[in-house]
T-cell receptor, first 112, second 114 residues
Framework: GQQVIQIPQYQHVQEGEDFTTYCNSSTTLSNIQWYKQRPGGHPVFLIQLVKSGEVKKQKRLTFQFGEAKKNSSLHITATQTTDVGTYFCAVRSNFGNEKLTFGTGTRLTIIP | DTAVSQTPKYLVTQMGNDKSIKCEQNLGHDTMYWYKQDSKKFLKIMFSYNNKELIINETVPNRFSPKSPDKAHLNLHINSLELGDSAVYFC?????????????FGPGTRLTVT
């Protein structure tokens, strides 16, 4: 089955520092979605990337899709305590399978 | 208004019991899902229904049986509960099967089997 690995698994940063999580797939992807899950909460959709090399920004968050459409990154500039949570990428392969496979997640904690 | 709702929010039960979790969405979506999230936060799809029809049935023990009485509801019944079934179960929905639709998750049901 499709494997989607996110690194790092955990990240602790001081408030104000930057944070990046990477999502790597073993297969070429059709598109990639990013979700955020606050502690005790449920996953909430953030954004979708479709095109090779695509870059999208949401305030302090920057999302990038790799040129080969096998990896993606989420970068947060100047983290705030509200950024705490687990960030998941979710992918679909290019082979027509409609199943959304979630990455292993990166858990971000912020030290005030 | 709650978009995707689940009941109950918490469920504590003993091994061997049978239990059900209910899910409803008021978004008018065609597709609904059940996910299991274990203690390590891994999120795995279990089932997917589109317009009441089973689309995805992952490798899940047949003690788990989903039911979709209409496209706004997807319930999950679990027979003969085991310790390893302890997890958070999320219901989700999407507008349809198109790969570009995002998924909307319910608040989750934390199941503890003792």
């Amino acid at each position: 089955g499709q494997q989607v690995i996110q690194i790092p698994q955990y990240q602790h940063v001081q408030e104000g520092e930057d944070f990046t999580t990477y999502c790597n797939s073993s297969t070429t992807l059709s598109n990639i979605q990013w979700y955020k899950q606050r502690p005790g909460g449920h996953p909430v959709f953030l954004i979708q990337l479709v095109k090779s090399g695509e870059v999208k920004k949401q305030k302090r968050l920057t999302f990038q899709f790799g040129e080969a459409k096998k990896n993606s990154s989420l970068h947060i500039t100047a983290t705030q305590t509200t950024d705490v949570g687990t960030y998941f990428c979710a992918v679909r392969s290019n082979f027509g399978n409609e199943k959304l496979t979630f990455g292993t997640g990166t858990r971000l904690t912020i030290i005030p | 208004d709650t978009a995707v709702s689940q009941t109950p929010k918490y469920l504590v039960t003993q091994m061997g019991n049978d239990k059900s979790i209910k899910c409803e969405q008021n978004l008018g979506h065609d597709t609904m899902y059940w996910y299991k999230q274990d203690s390590k936060k891994f999120l795995k799809i279990m089932f997917s229904y589109n317009n009441k029809e089973l689309i995805i049935n992952e490798t899940v023990p047949n003690r788990f049986s989903p039911k979709s009485p209409d496209k706004a509801h997807l319930n999950l019944h679990i027979n003969s509960l085991e310790l390893g079934d302890s997890a958070v179960y999320f219901c989700a929905s999407s507008q349809g099967l198109d790969r570009n639709y995002e998924q909307y998750f319910g608040p989750g049901t934390r199941l503890t089997v003792t």
